[in-house]
């Protein structure tokens, strides 16, 4: 069974991570404007997230509108938004249920089986939770990459990455390592640690003359 040490390890990390992919979901430079051509005006650019659009003004003032119609966005932002979501709901309550299962807490009772399954159910969930924002970054991030080399994408409207991106891909790579950590509150592997093979003893003497 882990350590206490190994606990609170894995859920300072899948916490960590859980507020990353909160400050992702949140900020709007998911996307934002190219300057990959000769011709392209930088007095503004353009920045798209999961909830709005922006405009930053070369004089440092911006102005941002968020989305009208939530069916006419691309497939992929309703995608990616809805696995968000998700991933933001499942890593609250994954925090829950790993702190009522941590050896440093008295939440769950004193049984130290129940709160390791409870400390690996949490960290299952998390697991499931940094895969969900995974599969989301990813998503819209090959959607960026496929209308960038798009050779029938004007030069004037093509994106590149922004910082959400990435700040999503660490959160969730923060949530699958912490939830493996606490996923190692396996309860089986004390007993088995514990379990000892019977103590072969030799022979007496005796028994061996009187055969």
Not at 9 to 22: D, S
Not at 173 to 183: K, V
Request: hydrophobic residues 50%; positive net charge.
């Amino acid at each position: 069974m882990a350590n206490s040490g190994l606990q609170l390890l894995g859920f300072a990390m899948a916490m960590l991570g859980w507020v990353a992919l909160v400050a992702s979901t949140a900020i709007p430079q998911w996307q934002m404007s190219s300057f990959a051509g000769d011709n392209i005006i930088t007095a503004q650019a353009m920045y798209k997230g999961l909830w709005m659009d922006c405009v930053m003004q070369s004089t440092g003032m911006t102005s941002c509108k968020t989305y009208d119609s939530v069916l006419a966005l691309p497939a992929a932002l309703q995608a990616t938004r809805a696995l968000m979501v998700l991933s933001l709901v499942l890593g609250f309550l994954a925090m829950f249920v790993a702190t009522m299962g941590m050896k440093c807490t008295r939440c769950g009772g004193d049984d130290k089986v129940k709160k390791a399954r409870i400390a690996m159910t949490g960290g299952i969930v998390f697991i499931i939770a940094g895969l969900a924002a995974l599969v989301a970054c990813s998503w819209i991030g090959h959607q960026i990459v496929t209308d960038f080399y798009n050779p029938l994408t004007p030069m004037n409207v093509k994106y590149e990455f922004g910082p959400a991106i990435f700040i999503g891909w660490a959160g969730s790579a923060l949530a699958l390592l912490g939830g493996a950590l606490l996923s190692c509150s396996c309860p089986g592997s004390e007993g088995k640690a514990s379990y000892r093979a019977p103590r072969a003893y030799p022979k007496s003497n005796s028994a061996k003359e009187y055969v």
